[in-house]
């Protein structure tokens, strides 16, 4: 591990101004994801800023109904939270799902959003990749890609994005706020994450030294009945090869109100705006189910291993969908 300077930060704006100021700092909050790729020699930063004082770490009910939820916050309080266990149990189950206890209980919200991906070539840096060095190819496309994207990739980077708990507050429309050197932003979450395009470094449209604050699901995101399933290759924890969060309003048969997001399939949590779209307003049966999702994966283009992950997608939406239907509530 490379040496670096540590400063502890009491002040949102002054850690903005520390990292801002220097182009080789980052954050440090839980560090289950950073200090990993320290130690594998993927991040090498010269200024690590502790973020752990800072009073982010509380969950709040606004006036409004909405949920607001402290970048500090550790994954283990979210999960347990009865706002969010009785309101958003989409958010609860996909963080539960996420890692192992003691992980959670280190690990922060605004972490969590910001984790790097898993891809075998990002995490070895004896081997070419282009989200370390544009230019230097991607050997994912012809190699090892069997957990790697189907949507939403390029011909420069496969890789995917590994949030659980990104994919949940995507079906929640949430809204990520952010303290930046030019003051205060709002972003929502899925407009946060960035396509690789030709120049993958960049995982977020967030500018160097952006600080997550919180993040806020509004209080109308909140209705209707949620679940977050996760397939991955062992029960034990591990990352997803597939996963769905959704929200489902039915009032007579009829599908009021959706909103699908789709996990370890796309470089950012992908949000299924065409098979919401083709559902709304339609019957909720497993016929309407499938054809949804077959119309939302006419824009994969997976690679010579993980076709696979097309029928896969398809089945686990379709097992969701289907459940939260005939749940008693779904129908209030």
Request: proline share 7%; net charge neutral.
């Amino acid at each position: 591990m490379r040496p670096f300077r540590y400063e502890v930060a009491h002040d949102p704006q002054a850690a903005v101004a520390m990292v801002a100021g220097h182009p080789q700092a980052a954050y440090l909050a839980g560090g289950t994801n950073l200090v990993d790729l320290m130690k594998l020699g993927v991040e090498g930063p010269e200024l690590l800023v502790d973020i752990t004082r800072l009073p982010l770490d509380r969950i709040e009910r606004t006036d409004g109904g909405a949920i607001r939820i402290g970048a500090a916050v550790r994954n283990s309080d979210l999960a347990a939270d009865v706002d969010v266990r009785r309101d958003a149990p989409v958010l609860a189950e996909a963080v539960l799902n996420g890692a192992s206890g003691q992980l959670r209980n280190m690990a922060t919200t605004g972490g969590n959003l910001l984790q790097r991906t898993r891809c075998l070539y990002f995490q070895d840096i004896a081997k070419p990749c282009n989200k370390r060095e544009p230019g230097s190819g991607c050997p994912a496309r012809e190699g090892e890609h069997r957990n790697l994207a189907i949507l939403g990739a390029s011909e420069s980077c496969v890789a995917t994005h590994p949030s659980d708990m990104a994919v949940a507050l995507a079906s929640l429309d949430a809204v990520v706020h952010i303290a930046a050197a030019d003051g205060p932003r709002e972003v929502p979450i899925a407009e946060m994450y960035r396509s690789p395009g030709e120049d993958p470094r960049r995982d977020t449209v967030l500018d160097p030294g952006s600080l997550i604050t919180h993040v806020v699901i509004p209080g109308a995101a909140l209705a209707g009945r949620s679940r977050y399933r996760k397939v991955r290759e062992r029960a034990s924890f591990a990352f997803a090869i597939a996963s769905v969060a959704a929200v489902l309003a039915v009032d007579d048969g009829v599908v009021t109100d959706v909103r699908l997001a789709l996990g370890a399939v796309a470089p950012m949590p992908w949000r299924a705006r065409v098979a919401e779209e083709v559902l709304r307003g339609g019957p909720a049966d497993e016929a309407s189910f499938r054809r949804a999702i077959g119309r939302e994966l006419e824009a994969a283009e997976p690679l010579r291993d993980n076709a696979y992950k097309v029928p896969l997608v398809a089945n686990v939406v379709v097992r969701t969908l289907v459940d939260l239907a005939t749940a008693p509530e779904a129908g209030r």
